[in-house]
């Protein structure tokens, strides 16, 4: 696993890098909230969009992700809302003025609802299944959950 440090420079270079855009453009940053404290304590299970904390570690993160987007002029900053989310946002937020005031969250951002899939794992859920459901397979959805259809057609 590579180093907290190791990767804030690399993606420092990468912004660093990134070409100018003409002025009638506009670019999109999508930036994935820190590590999380998942259910019960045990890495590998989904969780989906259950408002579960970001971790000490996440919360670093978080922070490093402001350092990374430093140089880079921002018009708005929009989260799920999802808490996870919102903590990464705000703290972009805290680091700059933003003259527009879009809505700060947005649903169509929040994670895949999973729906009975929420604190299992792969293997509960069940390999067929779930690679059936990452392959889009029409029908295949967790039960009370979201088919990634819906997903794309919501965000």
């Not at 971790?55 to 002029?73: F, H, M, N, R, W």
């Not at 029908?139 to 990634?148: A, H």
Request: proline share 8%; with cysteine; net charge positive.
């Amino acid at each position: 696993m590579r180093s907290l440090s190791t990767v804030t420079t690399a993606l420092l270079s990468f912004f660093r890098s990134v070409p100018p855009l003409a002025p009638t453009s506009k670019r999109i940053f999508l930036v994935r909230h820190g590590k999380v404290i998942p259910p019960g304590g045990v890495h590998g299970v989904h969780y989906g969009d259950l408002d579960i904390p970001l971790s000490p570690l996440g919360k670093i993160e978080a922070t490093q992700a402001v350092s990374c987007l430093a140089d880079t002029p921002l018009s708005a900053v929009v989260s799920s809302p999802l808490s996870r989310a919102v903590f990464g946002a705000n703290e972009i937020r805290k680091s700059r003025t933003i003259t527009t005031t879009p809505p700060l969250t947005y649903k169509g951002f929040s994670e895949l609802n999973r729906g009975k899939w929420r604190g299992k794992t792969k293997e509960q859920i069940g390999n067929d299944l779930y690679e059936s459901f990452n392959a889009a397979t029409p029908g295949t959805t967790p039960e009370d959950g979201e088919s990634l259809q819906t997903v794309r057609d919501r965000a």
